[in-house]
Structure formats: C-alpha cells, structure tokens
C-alpha cells in the first residue's frame, strides 16, 4: 500500500490550505483514513480520521476548523485546514488503518510520505 499526500506550503495564519492523500491500492475503501502531525522536537499526533462509513473523529486543538472528508470511487482523502495557527505548523501524515472504525489505541499500519504545512504570524 502507497500513500501518497500532497497539498502542503506556506499560509499567513487565518488561511486555509487543502491536503490530499492518494491511495494505490482497491482495500482503500473498507479502511479507515487518517491524518497525524508532527511539529519540530514534538512528538507525532493525530489529527483526524474517517472511516470508510463517513464516521469522523478530531483532535480537540483541530475541532470546527479542519474537515476530512474521503472519496473512495477514486482512492482520495483530503484535509481541507481553515483559519490556520502558527502552532498548526507540522509535517502532516496521511495513513491507513486496517479496521471499519477508528481506534484510536492502535497506531496505523500504513504511512505515507508527510507533506510541509508552515503558517506564518
């Protein structure tokens, strides 16, 4: 399984960027995709997740400013991020987990690569 994420950059705070996750594989649509994070000297976190039914969970620092949503006919997860804060600054992973619905004590078994989020003050 490859993931491939896209979408990341430079924004001034207050701005919105959209990440995408690309799948390579046909088990896309019976997992659960998810967005983590990690920040410089922080460890790596997570972000959201969508089951393959549309059930979503936020993190908290996230909450009613981010928004995943997935298409499975064509293999794609996105991250649409608004109202951006410095401290969103990270390196934003895009991974699958082997299950219906997201548990959160268990870490994903497939990562992709991380694209550059950098929001500026």
């Known amino acids: 399984v490859q993931l491939q994420a896209s979408g990341g950059g430079l924004v001034q705070a207050g701005g919105s960027l959209r990440l995408s996750c690309e799948r390579s594989?046909?088990?896309?649509?019976?997992?659960?995709m998810a967005w983590f994070r990690q920040a410089p000297g922080k460890e790596r976190e997570f972000v959201a997740a969508i089951s393959w039914r549309g059930n979503i969970n936020y993190a908290d620092s996230v909450e009613g400013r981010f928004t995943i949503s997935r298409v499975n006919s064509d293999s794609t997860t996105y991250l649409q991020m608004n109202t951006l804060k410095p401290e969103d600054t990270a390196v934003y992973y895009c991974?699958?987990?082997?299950?219906?619905?997201?548990?959160?004590?268990?870490?994903?078994?497939?990562w992709g690569q991380g694209t550059q989020v950098t929001v500026s003050s």
């Open positions: 594989d046909r088990t896309y649509s019976s997992h659960v």
């Open positions: 991974a699958a987990q082997t299950s219906l619905y997201y548990n959160a004590n268990r870490l994903p078994d497939y």
